[in-house]
């Protein structure tokens, strides 16, 4: 999703473009992570120049900065979920896969109550995913 302090003029668009983010004060991740490699790989596909004004190692520092009304960023809908009331959210097409891995020890005590976590953890991420596509 696409995520842009509240007033933004994009947050009137119902659907952010990669054209979109041409030129507009855009916040990243930092550079060697899996999140901002597909989001570059995204812009160079499509000719965008994004004026990468912050580079944030984490998303809580990212996200306050776009809150703040430095820019735009793009982001995995969990990674905003807790704080959708201050900003807008908007879809983003394309969209640009992003992979969450969980992992466990084989020899775990309880293998199945793990596997039931697991399972469970990833349906409310595929829930909050959905519901946090679009907010104001």
């Excluded at 983003?92 to 109550?113: D, S, T």
């Excluded at 349906?123 to 679009?134: I, V």
Aim: glycine fraction near 4%.
């Amino acid at each position: 999703v696409c995520i842009l302090p509240r007033g933004h003029a994009l947050a009137l668009k119902t659907t952010i473009t990669p054209s979109d983010l041409n030129g507009a004060p855009f916040i990243s991740f930092k550079t060697d992570s899996h999140v901002s490699q597909k989001v570059t790989a995204m812009m160079e596909q499509y000719g965008v120049a994004a004026n990468r004004i912050l580079t944030a190692h984490a998303s809580t520092t990212l996200r306050q900065f776009v809150v703040a009304g430095h820019g735009v960023s793009l982001v995995h809908p969990l990674f905003v979920a807790d704080i959708a009331d201050r900003l807008v959210i908007r879809p983003f097409e394309p969209r640009i896969p992003v992979q969450l891995y969980m992992c466990h020890a084989a020899a775990a005590r309880n293998v199945k109550l793990i596997d039931a976590f697991m399972d469970s953890s990833r349906s409310q991420a595929e829930r909050l995913s959905e519901a946090t596509r679009w907010q104001d």
